[in-house]
């Protein structure tokens, strides 16, 4: 398994680049299977990259009647709660494109069992096939999606879906939902985005030779059947050997 590092000028080069990415693997997905799915990342990261492709010419390159946006994970707050991950993509994303994507599934956090309710949408989304991109962010705790060190989740097996009780590493201190590793190793395409100093050292072990996933999550897509790419900037990428 290799797996990219690109260093990028600043969080602009790295939206702009993921931009790139994003509309060359949907032409592929589009032109292969008729469909491009999506996984989106939460957070602040990648916000900058969701307006940038819902404006020109992103918005016009990618055929998104034919786009399938699934969530990586999500906080268990409504859907207009300001740390909700589906208000920020409804906002950076979805309001701003011309029409409308051939599904559309956030995670509605505050359903009764979410998980498996979600599991099932994806399972139809999905059938037999992975995801085609896969966004992923980077906590400072080396976190990904919402699988935080020590989770149970990294031992998961079978569920494609999980719960997951507030963490204790970072804010906010709310349950989550996150899609768990049997999933998110068979993307065809994993794209990490980290940017800032306070990334450094979870970046760090992220991409380190040895290492354990319990410590540092980011580590599960070492176990990736795709291909990975980190896209980071010199701040981030300081402590990198
Ligand atoms: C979430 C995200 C989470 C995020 C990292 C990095 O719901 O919080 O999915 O995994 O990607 O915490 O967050 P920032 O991009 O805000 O640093």
Redesign the pocket.
């Known amino acids: 398994m290799t797996i990219e590092r690109r260093e990028l000028p600043d969080a602009a080069a790295i939206a702009i680049a993921a931009a790139e990415e994003i509309a060359r693997a949907a032409a592929d997905a589009v032109a292969a299977r008729g469909r491009f799915r999506l996984v989106l ?6 916000e900058a990259l969701y307006r940038l492709l819902s404006s020109p010419p992103w918005r016009e390159r990618i055929d998104w009647p034919k786009v399938a946006l699934l969530f ?4 268990c707050v409504p859907p207009d709660d300001p740390r909700s ?1 589906q208000r920020m993509v409804r906002l950076a994303l979805l309001e701003a494109l011309a029409a409308p994507p051939a599904a559309y599934l956030p995670m509605d956090g505050a359903a009764p069992d979410a998980a498996a309710h979600y599991e099932g949408r994806l399972r139809g989304e999905l059938g037999d096939d992975p995801p085609d991109l896969l966004l ?4 400072p705790d080396g ?4 699988i935080f060190p020590g989770s149970p989740a990294l031992e998961e097996r079978s569920r494609w879906v999980v719960a997951v009780p507030p963490p204790t590493t ?1 804010p906010p201190p709310i349950p ?1 939902l996150t899609l768990t590793p049997p999933l998110l190793i068979r993307a065809r395409r994993t794209l990490v985005l980290a940017t800032g100093a306070e ?1 450094q050292a979870a970046l760090a072990r992220a991409l380190a030779e040895t290492g354990e996933e319990r410590e540092t999550p980011a580590r599960l897509v070492r176990r990736s059947e795709g291909e990975v790419s980190f896209f980071f900037d010199p701040a981030a990428g300081r402590a990198l050997s």
């Open positions: 990342a939460g957070g602040h990261t990648p990586g994970d999500e906080r991950n992923l962010g980077l906590g976190h990904t999606a919402s970072v989550r990334k």
